[in-house]
């Protein structure tokens, strides 16, 4: 029996269409955005989904553009993976809904949510990667991460200006020749309550409901600089399990939440800033889909080579980080 391998065949979004700018913000919450913190966030205006929108709805118009730039449909999929930290409910799963919104209930198409908060989309990559490489069931498996953690905000701290809304996709098919490559995924529980939305089964629903902060994203504690000590140490781990030169780099993604870390990592592992691209400017931080948004965009500015690689790292509160590499086969 041939080897079986794993590629990415396609990409989409959703960017929803309400552009908050700074000024808006001091409007809305009586709070001017630092200066300096733009500059080191390179985040310059947040996108906010409209009330009718959902994790669920921005998830599938991003899965429907996927599907329609692979030439695929809905039938053709055999796994729906939906990544988020910010999900329609706690139960049931995000990915139930978006199946009935792509039309999948018809085909009895599997599905289940991901939580890897926004480490999600490398953390789907390597789990569906080693589905379709290890289970002929799986030739086709639509991964979508969604973010809508406006809904999650006080609107009462600077630091609130970080987040936006938005969804990505990507579809990962069986090949004939090898696109993944290699994948590397790492975690460090002791993080756990630094940041995050503490609304669950820790506590008795009745003293949840007594604590107004509860059901809302809340920074406790400020993290120490993991991205800028581990991002490199992941890219060269999947570059050597590749066996992967930096000349056969075409773009290292990475998690949009500060553009400080991404230029520095970068001069770090030695590659031009060519080699690396950023949505944060246009479409804020939007967690779970920021690494598919971001790859989506590199695509259309012709950014991503054929042939060469692609490596994604991502970081999650929690907290999680990981990397994979690609060989861009499209």
Not at 18 to 23: A, K
Not at 159 to 177: Q, R, T, Y
Not at 238 to 244: E, H, P, Y
């Amino acid at each position: 029996m041939p080897r079986r391998y794993a590629a990415i065949v396609s990409t989409g979004i959703y960017v929803p269409p309400i552009i908050m700018t700074p000024e808006d913000f001091e409007k809305k919450t009586g709070i001017r955005i630092d200066p300096g913190f733009i500059e080191r966030t390179g985040i310059r205006v947040k996108r906010i989904a409209p009330p009718n929108e959902t994790p669920a709805t921005m998830a599938a118009k991003a899965a429907k553009e996927a599907l329609e730039r692979a030439g695929l449909s809905i039938k053709d999929i055999d796994l729906i993976i939906v990544g988020t930290d910010t999900p329609e409910a706690i139960t049931p799963p995000t990915a139930a809904k978006v199946q009935v919104l792509l039309g999948g209930d018809k085909y009895d198409i599997p599905v289940f949510d991901f939580n890897a908060s926004c480490a999600n989309p490398v953390y789907m990559l390597e789990v569906g990667s080693a589905l379709i490489q290890g289970n002929q069931r799986y030739n086709n498996i639509l991964i979508i991460g969604t973010y809508a953690m406006t809904r999650f905000l006080r609107w009462k701290f600077m630091w609130e200006w970080i987040f936006s809304d938005g969804a990505g996709a990507v579809i990962l098919s069986v090949s004939d020749e090898p696109g993944y490559l290699a994948g590397k995924l790492r975690a460090d529980g002791k993080f756990w309550d630094y940041w995050g939305i503490y609304f669950g089964a820790l506590k008795p629903i009745d003293d949840v409901l007594k604590d107004p902060t509860a059901p809302y994203l809340d920074l406790r504690k400020v993290y120490p600089p993991v991205n800028d000590h581990y991002w490199p140490i992941l890219v060269r781990n999947v570059m050597d399990q590749a066996k992967i030169s930096k000349d056969e780099i075409t773009q290292v993604i990475f998690t949009q939440v500060r553009l400080r870390s991404i230029i520095k990592v970068m001069n770090t592992l030695g590659l031009p800033l060519e080699k690396t691209h950023w949505i944060m400017h246009k479409y804020g931080y939007t967690g779970s889909a920021c690494i598919f948004m971001a790859l989506h965009d590199a695509i259309e500015q012709g950014k991503v080579e054929r042939g060469k690689v692609v490596i994604l790292v991502a970081s999650g509160v929690g907290y999680q980080q990981g990397a994979v590499a690609f060989r861009w086969l499209k």
